[in-house]
Each structure stands twice: as C-alpha cells, then as structure tokens.
C-alpha cells in the first residue's frame, strides 16, 4: 500500500475525506461504490483508450527540448500535454467522467469552471456523447474569459452565471453543488481537478495518470531509464501534476517538484501560494491546505494564469508537501511570463500560462549534465495571447 495514494477511507495522510451536506450523500456514496468496479471493467478500459487515442490525439509526444538543454546544462523533456485536443490535460479527466456518468445513467452533467477550461473540456465531451451540459461559472469570470463562454456556448452548452459573493470560482464551485443537491437522480457532477469530497481527488489523479504512464514507456525508448531525476508541473487543484507524478509517487529517487502561483510575491496580499500561506481546511467538500484568514474565511487567490488562482490545493498536494515527498517552489507572475518567452524563443512553442510556471523552476534548481528533467507542459498558450501581449515591447 502506497504512502501518497488515497486510504480505504478516503484520506491522503491527514487530508481528504468528504465533508458534503447530508443530501449529497446518497451521490457521493453511489460514486464511491462504484467508480473503481467501472474503471477498471475491460468495456470502460476500451473505450476510455480508445478516446484517448483516436479522439485526443494520445500518446502525447515527449519531446525533448535540445536549446533548452543546452541553456540549462542538463537534459530536459516536455510532456507534450498542450498537443491535445482542446489544448491542455483536462481532457483527459473530462472523457474519463463522462463515461463514468453513462454508465451510471446519468442523462445531464453539470460542471463549474474558473478560467472555463475545464468547461470547455466537459462541454466537449457532452458534445462528443450527446449529453446536456450546464456549467456554473462567476459573473466576473464571465466577463474575463469571454473567448471560453463563446467556446462552451458553441460546443451546446448552457453557462450559468454565479452572481453571489466575488462572483468567481468559489461562487460557482457552491451553485454546482446546489444544483447537484436538487437533482441527485439524473445528474452527474464533473469536478476538474483532484479536488472535492473522496473519491473525486483519487479518480481524476487516476484519469491523469496516463500521463505518467506514457512518460515512463518514452522514457524507456529514449534513455533506456523509465525512471528520470526530475518531474516538474505546476499546482492549481493540481491534476495535471497528480498524473505527471502517479507512477513515480514511491520512487523516491525520482525527484517530484510542484510550482505553485506567487502572484505578485508570497506576502503582497496578491498570490496562490497556497503551500506557503495555506493552513488546514475545508474547501469544496474535502480537507486540505487552504488560504484562509484567523477566523476561517477564505482568502481570494491571485494569479496571472487564471488556472492556478484557486485558494486551495487537493488533497494528495497537501499531504506530498507536508511529507516532504514533494518540493514546492513558488513562481512570480512575472518569472512565469519571462519563463513563457524563453521557451517560445527557444523551442518554437507557446506555453500556457500555468505551465510557464513549472518551466520557471528550471532557474531555480540545480541540475548536473546528465540529469533527466521532465516537464508536464500542461496546455498551451493560445488562451493566454492577449496576456503575453501586454509583456510584448
Ligand atoms: C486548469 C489548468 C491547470 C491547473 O489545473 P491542475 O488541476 O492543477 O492541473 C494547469 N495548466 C493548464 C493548461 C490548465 O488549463
């Protein structure tokens, strides 16, 4: 039994669990008693694989990155996660659930969504499988991200706006779950990252962690070693990294690093940092590190890539920073962006903005010349051009 991957009780050391309102509790019991039964039955293997190749374009290439190399003295890998359809991991997550849904017979899928990637992806494949699809998303985010409203509208999707406190991911996180509460027969609940009550946080890292899966097979092709000295990824509810780390979890001569968002720097009152400023808590129905003031109340995240702006982390996060398993490294706005240009100069491709951030780690640790490093390069950085463009002198 692994250390770092969930108890028969749902928690990760001292973090997880389900914290849900007594209504939930019939959804939340039904998924949990069924999830591993369905995901491991040969029929939802084949077509999950079958998805994942034929539809998202799977294996993602790993690509190793020779001018970057050189600049850093050592030999770096990128996880080509920003090749999928849609441009980023969540897919992955996304085709997993809503086969899991079909074959609970849920006929209508809700979802919330900050930036509106993770919308984008569910409303995908609400498409791709000819299910409703509502997503629950703040009136301020709304007006941010108008570019993935007018996505998810065309892909059939209905946006509801979250018109209650800062009108953000919190607000629409609470209408998802009301929503939940008053259908809990015909609908399903796709949460987009390793976030929310057990078994949410175990059954996307398991989603994801085809991409550690594939790292290893490519990593055997290419340098004869499955196993590499470094894994980097950045940490927002932490999914991407979740699956970027699942195979090497009790390797411990595999050396995992998560970057988390510092915003304008840990204390200026305007960062995510939330392993650095985070204390026990609970968000979104599960226990773990989150940013809070004495008295409890959240804390409003900031970051300039909107997918890491979230108070918290999931759960498997929490407990890899507290037991040292992982090392966080906290990664400014503008380190970030200044890691972004590099890499679109350097190697011809534009990252997202979130994974600028684990790039960003690459200045600041030490590596020898002949240490493997792999970066999880978790989306691309379409959605971030008209950021970028403020940056472009
Ligand atoms: C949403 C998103 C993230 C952050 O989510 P995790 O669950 O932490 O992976 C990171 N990168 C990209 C490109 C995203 O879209």
Redesign the pocket.
Known sequence: MSKYKVDENGYYGNYGGAYIPELLYPNVEELKEAYLRIMNSPDFIQEFRHLLSDYVGRPSPLYFAKRLSEHYKTKIYLKR??LNHT????INNTIGQILLAKRLGKTRIIAET??G??GVATATVCALMGLECIVYMGEVDIQRQAPNVARMKLLGATVVPATCGSKTLKDATNEAIRDWINHPENTYYII????GPHPYPDM?ARF?SIISEEMKQQLKEKENNEYPDYVI???????????AFYHYLDHPEVKLIAAEAAGKGIHSGHSAATSALGKPGIIHGSKTLLMQTEDGQIVEPYSI????D?PG??PVHAHLFETGRAEFISITDDEAVKSAFELCQLEGIIP????AHALACLSKLNFKPDEVVVINL???GD?DLSTYMNFLK
């Open positions: 996660e920003d441009g980023a991991h969540k900050g930036a990637q993770h987009g990252s390793v976030v996307v994801q990824a950045c940490v927002g509810g932490g999914s991407n990294a979740a699956g890539s909107a997918g890491l979230y982390v999931g997202a903005l979130e994974s978790s989306g691309r959605k």
